[in-house]
């Protein structure tokens, strides 16, 4: 049975932070396939990885500067739309979240959104298909139309079948018209493995569905962003913690792998942090049987790369000792005392 829950604007981040990825984030590599308008704000804003800004008495050429996806008044079809192609090989669906902040007056009355699994149709006819009516083409409902309210996150939950089911492509309906700042899709990725099993491959990586669970502190950088494609952008597209005034100190942050894997090297990417780098880190792991359950830093964990030293804005590559090679789940990544760090990679095999 199909259902939905709101989730209330200060439970968003616990409810999907630890246990999904936003499958449509620019930095993974999301496009906007087609929109029916963009004549205010362009469609682009809406999977941008921060959060929206306001430059109140700033004007273009076509109004008010809008900092999401805003389109014209008087729509004379019932819906305006976008269609979007995940950053990822598919992914299925556990959550929404709209954000339509700044948008007062002129924000989105209503939404709902649609999912079509077709990894083999080529842009061109998505693109022909991205207008037709609701239920049309391969589009299914993943969220039935929600009211939204002013400069606010709306949010919901979903169980049952949508749940089970892997999208490639995700269209937003916008009743009748209007704005909004930015849209999550929260999820889980469908990796495609490497068939040659000989092939090193990046066992944390967003794009393979490993997801950052949980973190002592994410003060100026979110954990999620050190399981990106890439190096950093700049340095706040990394984590990075509060400074500590405590002897001794350590951060952490704990990675469920996309599969059970050996982990062979670990990279560590301190791109941008050229004053604010950890001055040593150091790697743990743990093979979890129970899928249901996310250690903890109290769980027995296995060191498997001893305390090395950082330096600033620069790749750290180190081989793991042989007897260590092992079948993991999960690694924790521990930075002394504080700092900040750009990417972790953990390659190894399925």
């Not at 305006?80 to 948008?103: C, N, P, Y």
């Not at 749940?163 to 930015?182: C, E, K, Q, S, W």
């Not at 880190?281 to 030293?309: M, Q």
């Amino acid at each position: 049975m199909e259902s939905v829950s709101s989730v209330p604007i200060l439970e968003i981040d616990r409810t999907f932070g630890s246990t999904c990825i936003d499958l449509i984030s620019k930095s993974l590599g999301s496009e906007i396939v087609a929109f029916s308008d963009q004549w205010f704000a362009d469609a682009a804003n809406l999977i941008t990885p921060t959060p929206p800004v306001r430059k109140p008495g700033v004007f273009v050429h076509s109004g008010a500067w809008y900092d999401g996806w805003e389109t014209r008044r008087h729509n004379p079809g019932p819906f305006d739309w976008v269609v979007i192609r995940l950053g990822v090989s598919s992914g299925k669906v556990q959550g929404i979240e709209i954000d339509t902040a700044h948008f007062n007056g002129n924000e989105a009355p209503a939404i709902a959104v649609e999912g079509a699994y077709a990894p083999d149709v080529d842009k061109d006819t998505v693109t022909k298909y991205a207008g037709v009516g609701r239920g049309g083409w391969q589009w299914k409902t993943i969220l039935g139309t929600q009211e939204c309210g002013p400069s606010q996150r709306h949010a919901w939950k979903l169980s049952g079948s949508v749940t089970y089911n892997p999208i490639t492509h995700v269209r937003l309906l916008m009743f009748p018209d209007g704005g909004i700042a930015r849209f999550r899709l929260y999820g889980n990725v469908i990796p495609v493995f490497p068939q040659d099993r000989n092939i090193l491959f990046d066992l944390a990586a967003a794009t393979m569905g490993g997801v950052a669970v949980s973190c002592s502190d994410q003060h100026f950088g979110k954990k999620d962003n050190i399981l990106l494609p890439g190096r950093g952008v700049h340095m706040g597209d990394g984590w990075e913690t509060k400074r500590s005034r405590e002897k001794d100190h350590s951060d952490w942050v704990i990675v469920r792998l996309g599969t059970l894997g050996q982990i062979q090297k670990i990279v560590l990417d301190t791109a941008h942090f050229r004053g604010n780098y950890p001055r040593e880190f150091k790697i743990h792991a743990i093979l979890c049987g129970d899928p249901a359950y996310e250690p903890g830093v109290g769980d027995e964990w296995t060191e498997i790369l001893p305390p090395k030293p950082c330096g600033p804005d620069r790749e750290h590559e180190f081989e793991i000792d042989p007897s260590k090679v092992e079948e993991w789940t999960h690694v924790k990544l521990t930075i002394l005392p504080d700092g900040g760090v750009s990417r972790l990679r953990a390659l190894g095999r399925k």
